[in-house]
C-alpha cells in the first residue's frame, strides 16, 4: 500500500510563490496518475492538476492554469507543485493523491484516486 507524504506548505503574500512536495513510500510502476487537490474551509474538495507516471500526461484545474506547474521526479517518487503569482483564494489545505487501480472515468475525478495524504496547508495572505 502506498503511503503519501507532502511537505512545503506555509505563509506566502500575495503574487508570491511556494513549492510543495509528495513523497510516495511505495514504488509505483505503472502509467497511473499521481496529483493535487485542494480544499478550502466551507468548500468541497477540488482539482488542481495531475500527472501520469510514465508519460507525463498533465492536466490542470481551470483556476490554477498558467499559474501552477506540477512535475516529478521518478527516481525519488515525488510529485511537486510550483505555485505561482498566488491569490488569496489559493488558500487551502493541499492534498496528494495517488491512483493504483484502472479508472476510466475522469482524470480530475476524486474517485480515479485512492490514496490521499494527510495534507498540507498553504495560505495567501498579506
Known amino acids: 500500500q502506498v503511503q503519501l507524504l507532502e511537505s512545503g506548505g506555509g505563509l506566502v503574500q500575495p503574487g508570491g510563490s511556494l513549492r510543495i512536495s509528495c513523497v510516495a513510500s511505495?514504488?509505483?510502476?505503472?502509467?497511473?496518475?499521481r496529483g493535487w487537490f485542494r480544499q478550502a474551509p466551507g468548500k468541497e474538495r477540488e482539482f488542481v492538476a495531475t500527472i501520469s507516471w510514465i508519460e507525463s500526461v498533465i492536466l490542470y484545474g481551470d483556476s490554477v492554469s498558467g499559474r501552477f506547474t506540477i512535475s516529478k521526479d521518478n527516481a525519488k517518487n515525488t510529485i511537486y507543485l510550483q505555485m505561482n503569482n498566488m491569490k488569496p483564494e489559493d488558500t487551502a489545505v493541499y492534498y496528494c493523491?495517488?491512483?493504483?487501480?484502472?479508472?476510466?472515468?475522469?482524470?480530475?475525478?476524486?474517485?480515479?484516486?485512492?490514496?490521499w495524504g494527510q495534507g498540507t496547508q498553504v495560505t495567501v495572505s498579506s
Open positions: 493523491a495517488s491512483q493504483s487501480r484502472d479508472y476510466i472515468g475522469g482524470y480530475d475525478s476524486l474517485q480515479r484516486y485512492d490514496t
Open positions: 511505495g514504488r509505483t510502476t505503472s502509467n497511473h496518475f
